[in-house]
């Protein structure tokens, strides 16, 4: 149980151009997702966080432009890197929580490596 | 300022050499702790939630603890497919947003 997948794995593009990545939750459904990007060694960093029907709650620092973020269902959230750069290039990770009272577990997906050319 | 510090940030273990990772924070009102399990190229992989101190889980070879100001991970008779990067991570209590405050990890190596 609590299975979080993402597509594509990963993705190659040119710069100027737009990637959408999605995130589903397989067997739950997800109250809560979040969007984080990790580069090299380092740990994970939250870009955002998105309710079910409700505009993305966004980090500081992060371009709610740049990356638009929509939760449209309890199973699905995507993140669209628009006018992608190659500081843009990373890897995108996405999780999802079922909401509640107590402390809400997180289930990550696989990740998507992004690669702008 | 809510803050989670992981130690080692590497660990060289021989096979069968237990030893314990530790996660040390300071959050406004624990909701949980977390840990994770990272291998390269890969999310996170859920290990363990702990909410209270004294609070203990176990799974397989890994064994998890908290008090008031960490939490430690214990690895008995690690085995080479136990190396990987552990991840810390807290909930504040005071967030409605359930988001984690993660450590940097501990990247751990069991050689043969």
């Known amino acids: 149980g609590a299975v979080v997948s993402q597509h594509p794995s990963w993705v190659i593009c040119k710069s100027g151009t737009s990637v959408k990545i999605e995130c589903r939750s397989l067997?739950?459904?997800?109250?809560?997702m979040f969007w984080y990007r990790q580069f090299p060694k380092q740990s994970l960093m939250l870009m955002a966080t998105?309710?079910?029907?409700?505009?993305?709650?966004?980090e500081q620092g992060v371009e709610k432009d740049k990356f638009l973020i929509n939760h449209a269902s309890l199973t699905l959230s995507t993140l669209t890197v628009t006018s992608a750069h190659p500081e843009d290039s990373s890897f995108y990770i996405c999780?999802?929580?079922?909401?509640?009272?107590?402390?809400?577990?997180?289930?990550f997906g696989p990740g998507t490596r992004l690669l702008v050319l | 300022e809510d803050q989670v510090t992981q130690s080692p940030e590497a660990l060289r273990l021989q096979e069968g050499e237990s030893s314990s990772l530790n996660c040390s924070y300071t959050?406004?009102?624990?909701?949980?702790l977390f840990w994770y399990r990272q291998d390269p190229g890969k999310g996170p992989e859920f290990l363990f939630t702990?909410?209270?101190a004294g609070e203990e889980k176990e799974k397989e070879r890994l064994k998890a603890t908290l008090t008031k100001k960490e939490s430690f991970l214990h690895i008995t008779a690690p085995k080479p497919e136990d190396s990987a990067t552990y991840l810390c991570?807290?909930?504040?209590?005071?967030?409605?947003?359930?988001?984690?405050?993660f450590g940097s990890g501990t990247r751990l190596l069991v050689r043969p």
């Open positions: 999780s999802a929580s079922g909401g509640g009272l107590a402390g809400e577990t997180q289930y």
């Open positions: 067997d739950f459904q997800a109250t809560t």
């Open positions: 998105s309710n079910e029907g409700s505009k993305a709650t966004y």
């Open positions: 959050v406004s009102g624990l909701r949980g």
């Open positions: 702990l909410y209270s």
């Open positions: 991570a807290v909930q504040a209590g005071g967030d409605s947003s359930y988001k984690l405050i």
